[in-house]
Protein backbone atom coordinates (compact mmCIF):
# COMPACT_ATOMS: atom_id res chain seq x y z
CA UNK A 1 0.00 0.00 0.00
CA UNK A 2 2.65 2.11 0.69
CA UNK A 3 3.88 2.11 -2.85
CA UNK A 4 1.13 3.98 -4.53
CA UNK A 5 2.24 6.65 -4.08
CA UNK A 6 5.18 5.65 -6.60
CA UNK A 7 2.56 4.43 -8.90
CA UNK A 8 0.56 7.61 -8.77
CA UNK A 9 3.73 9.66 -8.87
CA UNK A 10 3.55 9.99 -12.51
CA UNK A 11 0.19 10.35 -13.39
CA UNK A 12 0.76 14.54 -13.62
CA UNK A 13 3.21 13.92 -16.48
CA UNK A 14 1.65 11.10 -18.29
CA UNK A 15 -1.72 13.10 -18.72
CA UNK A 16 -0.31 16.38 -19.07
CA UNK A 17 -1.75 16.25 -22.49
CA UNK A 18 -4.69 15.01 -24.36
CA UNK A 19 -7.23 15.69 -27.48
CA UNK A 20 -7.43 14.72 -30.92
CA UNK A 21 -4.24 17.08 -31.43
CA UNK A 22 -1.90 15.64 -29.14
CA UNK A 23 1.51 16.03 -30.46
CA UNK A 24 3.77 13.33 -31.74
CA UNK A 25 6.25 13.16 -29.60
CA UNK A 26 4.06 12.88 -26.54
CA UNK A 27 1.79 9.95 -28.78
CA UNK A 28 5.20 8.12 -29.30
CA UNK A 29 5.77 7.96 -25.09
CA UNK A 30 2.05 5.88 -24.97
CA UNK A 31 2.92 3.94 -27.32
CA UNK A 32 6.32 3.14 -25.22
CA UNK A 33 3.76 2.54 -22.45
CA UNK A 34 1.83 0.01 -24.01
CA UNK A 35 4.96 -1.30 -25.59
CA UNK A 36 6.36 -2.07 -22.07
CA UNK A 37 3.47 -2.95 -20.57
CA UNK A 38 3.07 -5.46 -23.49
CA UNK A 39 6.87 -6.62 -22.45
CA UNK A 40 6.76 -7.15 -18.84
CA UNK A 41 3.26 -8.67 -18.43
CA UNK A 42 4.28 -11.59 -21.49
CA UNK A 43 8.06 -12.46 -19.52
CA UNK A 44 6.22 -12.35 -16.27
CA UNK A 45 3.31 -14.56 -17.43
CA UNK A 46 5.83 -17.16 -19.44
CA UNK A 47 7.30 -17.56 -15.95
CA UNK A 48 4.47 -17.76 -13.57
CA UNK A 49 2.79 -19.62 -16.55
CA UNK A 50 -0.91 -18.35 -18.21
CA UNK A 51 -3.07 -20.66 -15.91
CA UNK A 52 -2.25 -18.49 -12.54
CA UNK A 53 -2.22 -15.65 -14.59
CA UNK A 54 -6.12 -16.08 -16.22
CA UNK A 55 -6.93 -17.96 -12.70
CA UNK A 56 -8.90 -15.35 -10.36
CA UNK A 57 -8.18 -17.41 -7.34
CA UNK A 58 -5.43 -16.44 -5.39
CA UNK A 59 -1.78 -18.65 -5.49
CA UNK A 60 0.45 -19.05 -2.79
CA UNK A 61 1.38 -22.69 -3.23
CA UNK A 62 5.27 -21.37 -4.53
CA UNK A 63 7.27 -18.26 -4.87
CA UNK A 64 8.16 -17.29 -8.11
CA UNK A 65 11.98 -15.87 -8.01
CA UNK A 66 12.70 -16.37 -11.91
CA UNK A 67 12.57 -14.21 -14.88
CA UNK A 68 11.31 -10.20 -13.74
CA UNK A 69 10.04 -11.57 -10.21
CA UNK A 70 14.09 -11.27 -9.68
CA UNK A 71 13.61 -7.70 -9.97
CA UNK A 72 10.50 -6.86 -8.62
CA UNK A 73 7.36 -9.10 -6.86
CA UNK A 74 4.33 -7.59 -8.97
CA UNK A 75 5.65 -7.03 -12.87
CA UNK A 76 1.99 -8.26 -13.99
CA UNK A 77 0.41 -4.99 -11.62
CA UNK A 78 3.16 -2.31 -12.81
CA UNK A 79 2.22 -3.45 -16.72
CA UNK A 80 -1.19 -3.41 -16.05
CA UNK A 81 -0.85 0.36 -14.80
CA UNK A 82 1.52 1.08 -17.48
CA UNK A 83 -1.46 -0.35 -19.87
CA UNK A 84 -4.17 1.94 -18.45
CA UNK A 85 -1.82 4.92 -18.84
CA UNK A 86 -1.12 4.11 -22.20
CA UNK A 87 -5.05 3.88 -23.01
CA UNK A 88 -5.21 7.20 -21.40
CA UNK A 89 -4.67 9.17 -24.57
CA UNK A 90 -7.85 7.87 -25.40
CA UNK A 91 -10.13 9.44 -22.66
CA UNK A 92 -10.78 13.23 -21.87
CA UNK A 93 -8.59 14.54 -19.21
CA UNK A 94 -10.71 14.37 -16.05
CA UNK A 95 -11.58 10.45 -17.25
CA UNK A 96 -8.17 10.16 -18.01
CA UNK A 97 -6.89 11.07 -14.58
CA UNK A 98 -9.38 8.85 -12.70
CA UNK A 99 -9.33 5.95 -14.71
CA UNK A 100 -5.09 5.75 -13.74
CA UNK A 101 -5.48 6.97 -10.33
CA UNK A 102 -8.79 4.17 -9.96
CA UNK A 103 -6.22 1.49 -11.49
CA UNK A 104 -3.38 2.13 -9.02
CA UNK A 105 -5.92 2.17 -5.87
CA UNK A 106 -7.31 -1.25 -7.20
CA UNK A 107 -3.63 -2.67 -7.73
CA UNK A 108 -2.56 -1.39 -4.24
CA UNK A 109 -5.78 -3.71 -2.86
CA UNK A 110 -5.35 -6.48 -4.93
CA UNK A 111 -1.06 -7.12 -4.20
CA UNK A 112 -2.48 -6.42 -0.15
CA UNK A 113 -4.64 -9.40 -0.51
CA UNK A 114 -2.17 -11.44 -2.71
CA UNK A 115 0.76 -10.29 -0.48
CA UNK A 116 -1.52 -11.33 2.80
CA UNK A 117 -2.13 -14.94 0.92
CA UNK A 118 1.59 -15.53 0.42
CA UNK A 119 2.65 -14.66 3.77
CA UNK A 120 0.30 -16.92 5.33
CA UNK A 121 1.18 -20.22 2.72
CA UNK A 122 4.65 -19.12 2.46
CA UNK A 123 6.10 -18.07 5.54
CA UNK A 124 9.34 -16.90 5.91
CA UNK A 125 10.06 -18.03 2.89
CA UNK A 126 8.18 -15.31 1.26
CA UNK A 127 9.07 -12.97 3.82
CA UNK A 128 12.75 -12.95 2.76
CA UNK A 129 11.58 -12.55 -0.86
CA UNK A 130 9.64 -9.55 0.61
CA UNK A 131 12.68 -7.87 1.69
CA UNK A 132 14.42 -8.50 -0.71
CA UNK A 133 12.89 -7.68 -3.89
CA UNK A 134 10.64 -4.36 -4.14
CA UNK A 135 7.10 -4.19 -4.56
CA UNK A 136 6.42 -1.93 -7.67
CA UNK A 137 9.67 -0.05 -8.38
CA UNK A 138 12.00 -2.73 -10.45
CA UNK A 139 16.09 -3.25 -9.39
CA UNK A 140 18.32 -2.66 -11.64
CA UNK A 141 20.35 -5.54 -10.63
CA UNK A 142 18.30 -9.15 -9.84
CA UNK A 143 17.86 -9.32 -6.08
CA UNK A 144 17.84 -13.03 -5.42
CA UNK A 145 18.99 -16.18 -7.44
CA UNK A 146 17.25 -17.64 -9.96
CA UNK A 147 14.48 -20.09 -9.03
CA UNK A 148 13.87 -22.99 -11.10
CA UNK A 149 11.11 -22.17 -13.15
CA UNK A 150 11.32 -22.06 -17.17
CA UNK A 151 9.69 -19.74 -19.32
CA UNK A 152 6.78 -21.08 -21.99
CA UNK A 153 6.77 -17.99 -24.19
CA UNK A 154 4.38 -19.62 -26.03
CA UNK A 155 1.94 -19.28 -23.70
CA UNK A 156 3.31 -15.87 -22.67
CA UNK A 157 2.43 -14.28 -25.83
CA UNK A 158 -0.76 -16.07 -26.25
CA UNK A 159 -2.11 -14.88 -22.60
CA UNK A 160 -1.28 -11.11 -23.62
CA UNK A 161 -2.57 -11.24 -27.14
CA UNK A 162 -4.66 -8.76 -25.68
CA UNK A 163 -1.61 -6.49 -24.84
CA UNK A 164 0.32 -6.94 -28.10
CA UNK A 165 -2.86 -6.45 -30.12
CA UNK A 166 -3.07 -3.05 -28.57
CA UNK A 167 0.54 -2.56 -29.31
CA UNK A 168 -0.02 -3.16 -32.85
CA UNK A 169 -3.00 -1.02 -33.57
CA UNK A 170 -0.87 2.22 -32.00
CA UNK A 171 2.15 1.50 -34.07
CA UNK A 172 -0.22 1.47 -37.34
CA UNK A 173 -2.38 4.06 -36.60
CA UNK A 174 -1.07 6.63 -33.96
CA UNK A 175 0.36 8.52 -36.25
CA UNK A 176 -2.93 9.96 -37.22
CA UNK A 177 -4.64 9.80 -33.90
CA UNK A 178 -7.73 8.89 -35.16
CA UNK A 179 -9.73 7.72 -31.96
CA UNK A 180 -11.98 5.74 -33.47
CA UNK A 181 -9.75 3.17 -35.14
CA UNK A 182 -7.78 3.07 -32.00
CA UNK A 183 -10.56 2.20 -29.94
CA UNK A 184 -11.73 -0.49 -32.38
CA UNK A 185 -8.65 -1.75 -32.74
CA UNK A 186 -8.13 -2.03 -28.83
CA UNK A 187 -11.78 -4.04 -29.09
CA UNK A 188 -10.58 -6.17 -31.71
CA UNK A 189 -7.48 -7.03 -29.51
CA UNK A 190 -9.51 -7.84 -26.78
CA UNK A 191 -11.36 -9.90 -28.64
CA UNK A 192 -9.05 -12.18 -30.06
CA UNK A 193 -7.72 -12.69 -26.67
CA UNK A 194 -10.45 -13.82 -25.17
CA UNK A 195 -10.76 -17.07 -27.92
CA UNK A 196 -6.61 -17.23 -27.48
CA UNK A 197 -7.25 -17.83 -23.77
CA UNK A 198 -10.19 -19.97 -24.26
CA UNK A 199 -8.28 -22.92 -26.22
CA UNK A 200 -5.44 -22.61 -23.84
CA UNK A 201 -7.25 -25.18 -21.89
CA UNK A 202 -4.10 -27.10 -21.53
CA UNK A 203 -1.59 -27.06 -18.65
CA UNK A 204 1.60 -25.82 -18.86
CA UNK A 205 3.85 -28.83 -19.09
CA UNK A 206 6.69 -29.10 -16.08
CA UNK A 207 9.56 -29.14 -18.38
CA UNK A 208 9.78 -28.53 -22.26
Not at 141 to 148: D, I, T
Amino acid sequence: MDSVGHLCAGILGAVQSFGRHAPRVRRARYFLLVFLAALLRTWATAYLGHDVVTDRALHGERIVASGPYRYLRNPLYVGVWLHAVGLSILMPPDGALFAVVAVAILIAFLVHAEEHNLAAERGEGYAAYKKAVPRFLPAFLPRVAAGSEQPHWKHGFLAEFYMWGVVVTYLAFASRYNVTILEQGVLISLGISVIARGIMKSPVPENS
